[in-house]
């Protein structure tokens, strides 16, 4: 399943976040709202937003994978540089690496 445009959560989602799959009369549903809705075990989902200062709750956060799709050209130039740096200088790589993990 697919949502787009996601900028907040609607409660009545929490079933489908916390797949809350119900057997009723040999069949999996699912309730959404007011509606049981037939689903198969294997149920993904992916919300897209483009809106880069989407806030989510904690909550939902402890539910979910995000996965950080954005590329500005700071970054980019960033793991350019990284990778020029592992290939040209290993060795200031290395030290760069260190000092960033302290």
Avoid: W, Y
Avoid at 39 to 65: I, K, Y
């Amino acid at each position: 399943m697919l949502i787009q445009d996601v900028e907040k959560i609607d409660p009545v989602m929490n079933s489908v976040l916390n797949k809350e799959v119900q057997k009723v009369g040999g069949r999996l549903v699912m309730q959404v709202g007011d509606k049981e809705i037939a689903c198969n075990g294997e149920l993904t989902l992916f919300m897209l937003t483009r809106n880069q200062n989407a806030l989510f709750t904690p909550d939902l956060c402890s539910r979910v994978t995000f996965v950080n799709f954005t590329v500005t050209p700071s970054s980019l130039n960033s793991q350019c540089l990284n990778i020029f740096m592992k290939s040209e200088r290993e060795e200031v790589d290395k030290k760069r690496s260190d000092l960033l993990k302290h």
